[in-house]
T-cell receptor, first 115, second 112 residues
Framework: DAGITQSPRHKVTETGTPVTLRCHQT?????MYWYRQDPGHGLRLIHY???????DKGEVSDGYSVSRSKTEDFLLTLESATSSQTSVYFC??????????????FGEGSWLTVV | RKEVEQDPGPFNVPEGATVAFNCTYS??????FFWYRQDCRKEPKLLMS???SGNEDGRFTAQLNRASQYISLLIRDSKLSDSATYLC?????????????FGGGTRVLVKP
C-alpha cells in the first residue's frame, strides 16, 4: 500500500467553521491530489499539487483552498464549511505527471460531516 | 451525458460464477484506462490497467473496445471477497495535462 496518511479520519463540524484536512505521504512523490466522493457524482478532483508551493484547481475547487509547504504534506482547507461540503475526501499521489501509463494511489479517506 | 458511465448494479453473483460489466466513455481522445476496486468505506485501489489488446490478471480480464468506446471487466470463479464496487477510470490527455475521470462504480455482490 502507498504510504499515505490522512487526518483527521472523521470529523463533524458546524456550518461556517474552518476545517483543515491533512495528507501526509512517505513516498516522496511529486504530485498530490485532493478528491471528494459523493453518491451520484463519483470521485471529483478538488485541487492538485505538482510540487512544493505549486498548486492548481480541479473541477470542484470553489470553497476550498490548498497549501503545500513540504513535499510530504498537502493540506485542504474549507474556509467556511457548508453542508454541501459534507463528503468523503480522498488524498491521492502519483510519482510523476499523469501520462498514458501511470495512475494515482489513494489515502484511506477523511469523512467530513458539516451540520 | 456523463463522461464515464457505469451500470451501478448491484450485480448479484453466485459464488463460483462469472460476472462481466462494462463502462462507456464519451471522449474518443481518451488515452488509457484502469479498473479500481473500492470496498465499503475504504479507499479505491488499483485493480488493473486496461491494455488495447486486452489483459488478464488471474481471474480478472479487462477488455478495451475503442470503436464502441467501452471497457469491460470480467471476473471468473467469483469469490465472496470479490464483493466490492468497481470503478472505471479514463485518462485523457489534455493541453493542461492529463485528466482522470472516474465512473460512478458498479457494485458487485457475491453470495454463497
Amino acid at each position: 500500500d502507498a504510504g499515505i496518511t490522512q487526518s483527521p479520519r472523521h470529523k463533524v463540524t458546524e456550518t461556517g467553521t474552518p476545517v483543515t484536512l491533512r495528507c501526509h505521504q512517505t513516498e516522496n512523490h511529486r504530485y498530490m491530489y485532493w478528491y471528494r466522493q459523493d453518491p451520484g457524482h463519483g470521485l471529483r478532483l478538488i485541487h492538485y499539487s505538482y510540487g512544493v508551493k505549486d498548486t492548481d484547481k480541479g473541477e470542484v475547487s470553489d470553497g476550498y483552498s490548498v497549501s503545500r509547504s513540504k513535499t510530504e504534506d498537502f493540506l485542504l482547507t474549507l474556509e467556511s464549511a457548508t453542508s454541501s461540503q459534507t463528503s468523503v475526501y480522498f488524498c491521492a499521489i502519483s510519482e510523476s505527471r499523469l501520462n498514458l501509463r501511470n495512475t494515482i494511489y489513494f489515502g484511506e479517506g477523511s469523512w467530513l460531516t458539516v451540520v | 451525458r456523463k463522461e464515464v458511465e457505469q451500470d451501478p448494479g448491484p450485480f448479484n453473483v453466485p459464488e463460483g460464477a462469472t460476472v462481466a460489466f462494462n463502462c462507456t466513455y464519451s471522449n474518443s481522445a481518451s488515452q488509457s484506462f484502469f479498473w479500481y476496486r473500492q470496498d465499503c468505506r475504504k479507499e479505491p485501489k488499483l485493480l488493473m490497467s486496461v491494455y488495447s489488446s486486452g489483459n488478464e490478471d488471474g481471474r480478472f480480464t479487462a477488455q478495451l473496445n475503442r470503436a464502441s468506446q467501452y471497457i469491460s471487466l470480467l471476473i471468473r470463479d467469483s469469490k465472496l471477497s470479490d464483493s466490492a464496487t468497481y470503478l472505471c477510470v479514463v485518462n485523457e490527455a489534455k493541453a493542461a495535462g492529463n485528466k482522470l475521470t472516474f465512473g460512478g462504480g458498479t457494485r458487485v455482490l457475491v453470495k454463497p
